[in-house]
């Protein structure tokens, strides 16, 4: 099999037929937040905000933004990462400072 060789049997739908936007923020730090309300999407793209002074985690369910010690990805300010999930509200973000936050796009 070559790098460009399909596997047989796979279905992979990369079409987008609109694109979306949001900001999360995190209220209390150290409590994980829902990135948005039940949306379904074929991907998204979150990124730290430019002002944050601190860390996001972005992960599932019970994410933890706790530097050393903490799950999921962290984002420093201005990072991204990008995800293929079916819905927004499968992904949380968790910080380490109270009031900081995400900004994202998805495609549906």
């Known amino acids: 099999m070559t790098e460009n060789t399909p596997i047989r049997g796979a279905k992979v739908d990369h079409s987008t037929s609109g694109i979306g936007h949001g900001v999360t923020t995190v209220t209390t730090a150290g409590t994980d937040v ?49 995800l293929f999930i079916d819905n927004l509200a499968n992904v949380f973000i968790d910080a380490t400072m109270p009031g900081e936050g995400v900004r994202y796009i998805y495609g549906t």
């Open 34 to 82: 829902v990135l948005a309300a039940s949306t379904p999407v074929k991907w998204v793209v979150i990124q730290a905000q430019t002002d944050n002074s601190g860390i996001i985690a972005v992960g599932g369910s019970g994410v933890d933004a706790t530097v050393a010690t903490g799950t999921g990805v962290a984002l420093a300010v201005g990072e991204s990462i990008s």
